[in-house]
């Protein structure tokens, strides 16, 4: 079994700041990370994924990721915000046969920029 | 087209009609994957195809939710008899088998 849990639901951070958004998960087999940006009204798209490779994982838009085993964690990190990163951000897990297997996401974190 | 297509992008149902949901996958994608996001919530999963046959439909929260994919490309979801709780955003996803999925715009259904 496979799941994710966001560490906060509401974000907010000053223009030009750190983002850090939380992600811990658990999962009985070697897990594959994700984290998908959703804008109102839009689908998922893909920031950045770890599919075992290296532990950094840089994404789109200057965001990264680092994979923790130790802390089962996979907190999604950005140097300075921006006023177009406000959107919901979603952590998710899976399998090793990604393409094959459902995505197990998180409930969520919405990041607010403030001016 | 370049991406994954759902329609309608919005669907307003009565108590007790039936609804049916179409998404088009990347072309070529073999994988298609079906969600259900309610307001304020993560999606969740349900239901798996891999190009026509339905692998994994233990998403699905009761009999009146079917889908199906017939010649391994469209699929489409069909809602019976819809109840209030099926409001949600359906998204729909596809991916070749070492990718990550693609994901739709949803179909924001409400039924009222």
């Known amino acids: 079994a496979q799941s994710v849990t966001q560490l906060g639901s509401h974000v907010s951070v000053s223009e030009g700041a750190l983002v850090l958004l939380r992600c811990n998960y658990s999962?009985?087999?070697?897990?594959?990370l994700f984290w998908y940006v959703q804008y109102p009204n839009q689908g998922l798209q893909l920031l950045l994924k770890?599919?075992?490779?290296?532990?950094l994982v840089k994404g789109i838009n200057g965001f990264e990721a680092e994979f923790k085993k130790s802390e089962t964690s996979f907190h999604l990190t950005k140097p300075s915000a921006h006023m177009s990163d406000a959107a919901e951000y979603f952590c998710?897990?899976?399998?090793?046969?990604?393409?094959?297997?459902?995505?197990?996401f998180g409930t969520g974190t919405r990041l607010t920029i403030i001016p | 087209g370049a991406g994954v297509s759902q329609s309608p992008r919005y669907k307003v149902a009565k108590r007790g009609q039936d609804v049916a949901l179409r998404c088009d996958p990347i072309?070529?994608?073999?994988?298609l994957f079906w969600y259900q996001q309610a307001l304020g919530q993560g999606p969740e999963f349900l239901t798996y195809?891999?190009?026509?046959?339905?692998?994994?439909k233990s998403g699905l929260p009761s009999d009146r939710f079917f889908a199906e994919r017939p010649e391994g490309s469209v699929s489409t979801l069909k809602i019976q008899r819809t109840q209030q709780e099926d409001s949600a955003v359906y998204l729909c996803a596809s991916s070749l088998r070492d990718t990550e999925a693609f994901f739709g715009q949803g179909t924001r259904l409400t039924v009222v």
């Open positions: 998710a897990v899976s399998g090793f046969n990604f393409g094959n297997e459902k995505l197990t």
């Open positions: 770890y599919t075992s490779a290296a532990t």
């Open positions: 072309s070529g994608h073999v994988s």
């Open positions: 999962s009985s087999v070697p897990p594959y």
């Open positions: 195809f891999q190009n026509e046959a339905q692998l994994d």
